[in-house]
């Protein structure tokens, strides 16, 4: 095993760099649910220090261990739910596993199987807050049914599991935003780095809403999202950088791959029409760009999705 901080792009390859199974991780749609127990940890249990790429929920209903994100801890609680976003580095150790779900997901997993404006939905989705949240008896045990449905399907094969897991996990999310997070703003969230990290979020999702619905034909730079918030370029990408780990060149970069995704899964739209729409003026620099993201290119990306 390495032993350098992992710049983890998924689940599925930080418990291979961890040593840990990944039987039960189905690596390829972008989502997981895990009872923790089944993992098998050898107790206690300590992780490397990470950085994910997606986002969690962690559902404890009995068990004892301790996050760490950054500088900051927490102690697991019963009936805690905890959730993060790919941010920053963490660790986390386990001494008693009884009942713990963890379930992780990717932004093109939301876009494709719950709703394409996700973060205008559940704006929670982008907070910083790094807190567990403790839930009522009533509430977790509402939860619980929810997480233990979608774990059901996720273990069997029906054609369309991932459909139910989505509208599954859709109504996860609206019990959880309006219990914990009904009057939530992200932009009011945290210190002035934070707010500008977050508005930075805000207008790169809203200007590839904008690209999608041909509301604009621009393709923003780091110069543009600069503009947007009156400051510095150079200024904006440190704190980006410092705040989140990637800088905002790779921000683009990875939005410009899931909304990619996102089309050649879910439209009709000729290969050559979405690399337009995305700002590309060759189809084959499109072609290069993803198959350089994604290790294939769009036409398999497509074909594959079509099969599945």
Do not use: C
């Amino acid at each position: 095993m390495k032993n350098e901080n992992p710049e983890t792009k998924s689940l599925y390859e930080l418990y291979i760099h961890l040593g840990l199974p990944v039987d039960m991780i189905q690596a390829k749609e972008g989502f997981a649910i895990l009872n923790l127990k089944a993992i098998n940890f050898k107790l206690p249990y300590e992780s490397l220090s990470f950085r994910p790429d997606y986002f969690s929920f962690l559902f404890v209903k009995e068990g004892i261990g301790k996050y760490t994100i950054d500088d900051t801890s927490f102690e697991v609680q019963p009936h805690s739910i905890y959730f993060t976003n790919p941010s920053n580095y963490r660790t986390f150790s386990w001494e008693k596993i009884e009942e713990v779900y963890l379930i992780t997901f990717d932004e093109t997993f939301l876009k494709q199987y719950i709703r394409q404006d996700i973060y205008s939905e559940f704006p929670f989705l982008l907070t910083e807050i790094i807190s567990p949240k403790i839930a009522s008896d009533q509430f977790y045990n509402e939860t619980e049914n929810i997480y233990l449905q979608i774990h059901k399907e996720y273990t069997e094969q029906s054609l369309d599991k991932y459909q139910i897991i989505g509208h599954l996990l859709a109504i996860l999310l609206y019990k959880i935003k309006a219990y914990f997070w009904e009057d939530y703003n992200p932009i009011y969230e945290g210190n002035r780095s934070s707010q500008i990290v977050k508005s930075f979020k805000k207008s790169l999702e809203k200007h590839y809403r904008d690209l999608i619905e041909r509301k604009t034909e621009q393709v923003f730079r780091i110069q543009d999202y600069a503009d947007t918030q009156n400051l510095h370029p150079n200024y904006l990408g440190n704190i980006v950088k410092t705040k989140t780990g990637k800088s905002i060149s790779t921000w683009i970069a990875d939005k410009t791959i899931v909304e990619a995704k996102s089309l050649l899964q879910n439209s009709s739209m000729p290969i050559k029409e979405i690399a337009y729409v995305l700002g590309f003026s060759e189809t084959a620099h499109f072609s290069n760009y993803f198959k350089k993201h994604v290790n294939i290119s769009p036409i398999q990306y497509r074909k594959e999705q079509n099969n599945l």
